[in-house]
């Protein structure tokens, strides 16, 4: 009788381990769950952070391409204002030559 009386604690003792181990293995699979999300959720964000990043620096070269294509109409408008003004003087320099003569 102590036979089967070791024999059924036994028998509850390896129950008892295997179901301690089903509870570990619950807690180790809602672990390992728990950390899955909590990196896809780091992953999404980190991928969101980029992307804005991304949509920024994209915004600040388009910027720079308007200031640039600003810059050389000015530069195209300057130019053409000093071949004005070279034309001018020419013109005043021949009509005062003009006038010497007469």
Do not use: P
């Amino acid at each position: 009788m102590s036979d089967d009386k070791r024999s059924f604690t036994q028998k509850l003792r390896d129950e008892n381990e295997i179901i301690g181990n089903d509870d570990k293995t619950t807690n180790t699979s809602t672990k390992i769950k728990d950390d899955l999300k909590d990196t896809k959720d780091h992953i999404k964000s980190d991928f969101q952070k980029k992307e804005e990043d991304i949509k920024a620096d994209i915004k600040k070269e388009e910027a720079k391409n308007k200031q640039v294509k600003t810059d050389i109409e000015n530069q195209k408008i300057d130019e053409s204002t000093s071949y004005v003004i070279i034309a001018a003087i020419i013109i005043i320099i021949i009509i005062i030559i003009l006038l010497c003569f007469l």
